[in-house]
Every structure is written in C-alpha cells, then in structure tokens.
C-alpha cells in the first residue's frame, strides 16, 4: 500500500512510554499514514534558510556521502526553502564543537557520544533508530551451562571476566557501570587511572578481548568464567554446538540504539519541522533512504531521557571514560 507504515502510531506511543523503563520492544504493525496524521503531518515552518546535518564519523567519507546526499534531497524537498547542508566527519569532536558553536545544526550520532553531547553542548535527542524491531539490546553476562557459581552480576566479582573492550556498550559500560551503581565495585577517584584500579581490585582478572565473539571464545576455552555481551551474541557469531555449552546469568539491562540529535539553539518551530520530515521515512515510499544509511527500519520519536537517561549515567559513573568514547570514533587515527 502505498505510503505505508512500517510502525504503527500505537506502537510509537507504547514504545515511546516504556524506553525510559528499559524494555524492549518489537514494533511491526503496519498502517496508513493517515493513521498516523498527527505525528508526521502537524503544520509547523522552520524558521531557518539553512540546516547543517552531521554523521556518525567514518573512515571513508566517499563511501557514505552519496547516502547522506539522498537524504539531503529528500528533506529539502519535505521542507521547501531550507537548503541542507552535510558534514560526514572522521572524528565526534568535529560535531560535539560542532554543536557546540552553532556549525552543526543535527546529528545521527552513536549512543555514548550522543549523551557527552548532550552533557557537553545541552543537544537533545529527538529521534531513535528501530532495528530489528527494537530501540534497545540487552547487555547479558553469559558463562558456561555448567557452572553453577554464578547466579547474578555481583556473583561474577571476584572472578576471571572478559569484558568486549572498555568502550563496549554492553561489553563493558552497562555491566561495569550497574556493578558500580549498585555498590558491588567502588571507584576511588575521579580518572581513568581509578577506573582502572577498581577493575584490578574487583576481579581476579580481566580482560578486554575485542569484540563479542572473542569474549565468548576466551568462555568457551576456560579462560574466564563469565563473558560480557549482548543477548543475541552466541547466535550470532556461535554454531549450535559451542551455544548449547553456554547459559544467559542474568540480563543486565538495554542498551539504546543510536539516535538523531538537534543542537541546543534550535527552535521548537525548525525541530518540529526537521522532524516531522524525518518520520516521514518511516513511509515504504521513503523507507530505502533511510535503511541504506545505517540499516535501521524506522525512525521512532524520543527523548534523552527517555532514550539514554538511563545509560548514561553508567558513562558519568565511570570516571575518564568520556573521552575514551570520543576517542574510539575518531577514525583519523
């Protein structure tokens, strides 16, 4: 059907109300878009001649300008008068100061850098990414189907871990961060040297193996006892034989996807309209120019609370490691 939904205007208000309690949710029931009028279609003007849209940082910038240029196209023709203008950075501090001195005017940005954003410059998310159904995966602490001395996350102090690498969303930040918050680790100071020094305190020994298929590796061969990952990690990167060996402890919590930010100054006018345009490639017409982006289905409208209130404050709890979240996307390295 032409102009058809790929999520409905219900699952965007349910969605929309339980992102901040940290469930997540598949959203697949299509409608018309009349159904959803009043989210894509309210009358709004911007009140600006120009908007300056940044991108996750990458490598090669050639590879994702002609993406980046199809939705330069789409919104100025959803938003007659306003000429789009692209920044396809190697690095988040071009965006972060960006942002921060009116260069940028918005982002799609990856989660952790999009909470220092908006504790560094006061930037808003306004929209999340749906993938595979959902605006969230959850962090899991997986161990060997056998061992029965793990039960919860604390259980897993004391022991040998591998930890994804320090930047890990659920690899590192959401379970190191939880045992933190939750006063199973205590970091004494206030720098990356005492982040450092709890890991060393709190287990027997640590390891950042350099991505989910490794941690679960390093479990598998008996050289930790617990691995830090997502929950669809082992089905994903093990065959049916070496999952079967393995159990979920417990699931940590979610982790957000990535989002849409607007800048501090903009106006309420200009931000409705940017993203009543943007919604509107949640339509089946539109819907390739987002997908080719970054893969996601739809587009859901949020908040930074709502969305990554909750996550971030694992990132402020784990001192210095704000810079090392920067620092990991800059691919000018």
Do not use: C
Not at 97 to 110: N, Y
Not at 237 to 254: F, H, M, S
Not at 291 to 309: F, N, S, V, W
């Amino acid at each position: 059907m032409k102009n058809q939904y790929k999520i409905s205007f219900v699952a965007i208000l349910f969605v929309g109300l339980v992102i901040g309690l940290g469930v997540g949710i598949v959203v697949d029931t299509p409608v018309t878009s009349q159904t959803i009028s009043s989210v894509s279609d309210s009358q709004t003007i911007p009140d600006v001649y120009t908007l300056t849209l940044g991108f996750i940082p990458v490598e090669k910038a050639d590879e994702l300008t002609p993406k980046a240029e199809a939705l330069k196209s789409f919104l100025e023709e959803q938003m007659p008068g306003v000429t789009i203008e692209i920044v396809v950075p190697t690095d988040y501090e071009t965006i972060i100061e960006g942002m921060r001195f009116g260069h940028i005017d918005a982002a799609f940005m990856d989660t952790g850098p999009a909470w220092i954003t908006h504790q560094r410059t006061g930037a808003e998310v306004v929209l999340a990414e749906v993938v595979n159904g959902k605006v969230n995966y959850q962090a899991t602490v997986w161990t060997l189907a056998d061992n029965d001395s793990i039960n919860s996350l604390a259980d897993t102090v004391g022991k040998k871990v591998a930890f994804t690498s320090i930047t890990g969303s659920s690899g590192f930040v959401r379970p190191m961060g939880t045992l933190v918050t939750e006063g199973h680790i205590n970091i004494e100071g206030d720098d990356i040297i005492a982040l450092e020094q709890a890991l060393k305190d709190s287990f027997e020994a640590y390891t950042f193996a350099g991505g989910y298929k490794a941690a679960l590796q390093l479990l598998l061969n008996g050289n930790v006892d617990v691995a830090f990952g997502s929950d669809i990690a082992p089905k994903k990167y093990l065959d049916l034989e070496d999952q079967a060996k393995l159990r979920p402890v417990t699931i940590i919590g979610p982790v957000p996807s990535h989002v849409f930010m607007v800048s501090a100054d903009m106006s309420d006018s200009t931000q409705q309209s940017l993203v009543n345009a943007l919604v509107k490639l949640n339509y089946e017409d539109n819907n390739q120019i987002l997908t080719d982006l970054y893969g996601a289905e739809a587009l859901l409208p949020t908040t930074t609370e709502m969305h990554i209130g909750n996550f971030g404050t694992f990132i402020d709890t784990l001192t210095g490691l704000d810079q090392l979240i920067i620092d990991k996307y800059n691919k000018s390295k």
